[in-house]
Each structure stands twice: as C-alpha cells, then as structure tokens.
C-alpha cells in the first residue's frame, strides 16, 4: 500500500473515530494520542497476552444474562477505575487503532456507553496513573474480562 494510501486511511480512521467519541455523553474527548506514542507500546504488550488462544480471563461470566447483570459485573471488576477521571480508551468500531485520552463524567454509564457502541462488545479501558489495563470482549460463550499492571515507571519519569 502507498505512503497516500496510509495517510488516507489513517485521516479516515481518525474522522471515524472522532465520530464515535461525539456519540459519548459521558465520556469527553480530551486528545488523540499520536500512533508512536510510548503509551500504546506499554499497554500494547498485555494486550497480546490478552489475545493469545489459550489466556485465561481475570473475570468471566457466560453469555445469556440480563444486560442488567453484565453491566454490574463490569462495574464490580473494573472497580480500580472507579475513582479515576481520565482513562485512555481504544475508540471502538474503527478502521485502525485509534486511542484516545477521555474524561469520565460518570464511571457506570461510561462503561455503559463503551459497550453499548462497541459493535462487538469489545472495548479497552487503561488508566496511565497506575498502569492497569483492562480488555474486555466475547469469547465464544462467554465474555471475559482481562486485567493486566503494565510498568509505567519510565513514563511516569519522562512526564
């Protein structure tokens, strides 16, 4: 693929993920973070592990209950992120990885949001305080939840 091809589609993956963080009402945009970013290196690593066939989910729960259920069940597991007003979030739905530094207005229907317009049920949650990243998605019968500490050390030092 050309070097315009890239740019093109980088532009779009951009405009489609400033689309989708406009559909938050308790989320809110604070920036992009740029593709080289040290930040999605750190948080890249755990996210392979995540991903890998055979990972065991920190959290699981089988597919078939009340939304209502699932939604508490993400708020129970996800509590490290509950006193935090900034997260750094894969924007879902979009072409190409696209993180974003957001503000959170209400950690329960924030959670909400993500998932509700995540197509898939599949969103990122990372908090750059303490380095705990979260992923959470639909494994064939159920939907798990991983959670992992990255070493920010030498970020934290460099900021």
Known sequence: MSNRQNIIREKIALMRARQTV???????LISFENVDSSWIQVFDEP?????YIDSTPTYSKPIGESEKSYLRWFEDS?????EKNEWFILVPNCLLPIWANVKVTHFTKAIEELWAISESNDFLIADKTT????????????????VGKCDITRLKENN
Request: charge should be negative.
């Open 78 to 82: 996800l509590s490290f992120l509950k």
């Open 47 to 51: 996210l392979e592990v995540f991903s």
């Open 22 to 28: 406009e559909q938050f009402t308790h989320l809110q």
């Open 131 to 146: 380095g705990n990243v979260a992923h959470i998605f639909c494994e064939e019968k159920d939907y798990e939840i991983h």
